[in-house]
């Protein structure tokens, strides 16, 4: 078996880089997308946007990373992994939803909650698929209850932030 040259290392590494660059930038647009679907003014219909974007941008991620997925087995993916994060406390979403049944300044405070957490879910599963990824993994692959952790940990981590 070959060793690898220090120029075939280096053209990895800079791989790697530009591919861990280019994952960034889908998440970051996402967030920003998602925290756009918390203001979709129509309660629960914000909750299905959310959703869509977390979708694309796992298909998009998954394009990236050159695996080729059903889009049924990313909604049933993404699916599992929100309500992974339901349970550790993205049920609030449903309540700040409802909010915006009341006329003023229940939608702008719901849009802003709604928003908020929708963004920092978002960012949490691009984390969690981008270390899959680039650990080697697939979607036929991944194991939900594997990654509940550190999806926890990146939502946690984001949302302290905010």
């Known amino acids: 078996m070959a060793t690898k040259t220090e120029t075939e290392i280096d053209t990895q590494i800079e791989d790697k880089a530009e591919r861990l660059e280019k994952a960034s930038a889908i998440i970051s647009n996402k967030c920003k997308w998602s925290a756009a679907a918390g ?43 929100l309500g992974t994060l339901a349970t550790g406390g993205l049920a609030a979403p449903v309540a700040f939803t409802t909010l915006k049944i009341i006329p003023g300044l229940g939608s702008v405070a719901g849009g802003v909650s709604l928003g908020a957490l929708g ?29 509940k952790d550190d999806l926890k940990n990146e939502f946690s981590a984001k949302t302290a932030k905010a």
């Open 119 to 147: 963004a920092a879910a978002t960012y949490a599963v691009g984390k969690v698929f981008v270390n899959h990824f680039e650990g080697g993994g697939t979607l036929s692959n991944f194991d939900v209850d594997k990654v």
């Open 39 to 81: 203001f979709i003014p129509v309660p629960y219909v914000d909750l299905a946007g959310l959703a869509a974007v977390q979708v694309k941008m796992v298909s998009e991620l998954t394009h990236l990373y050159g695996r080729t997925v059903k889009q049924d087995a990313i909604k049933t993916t993404v699916a599992t992994l």
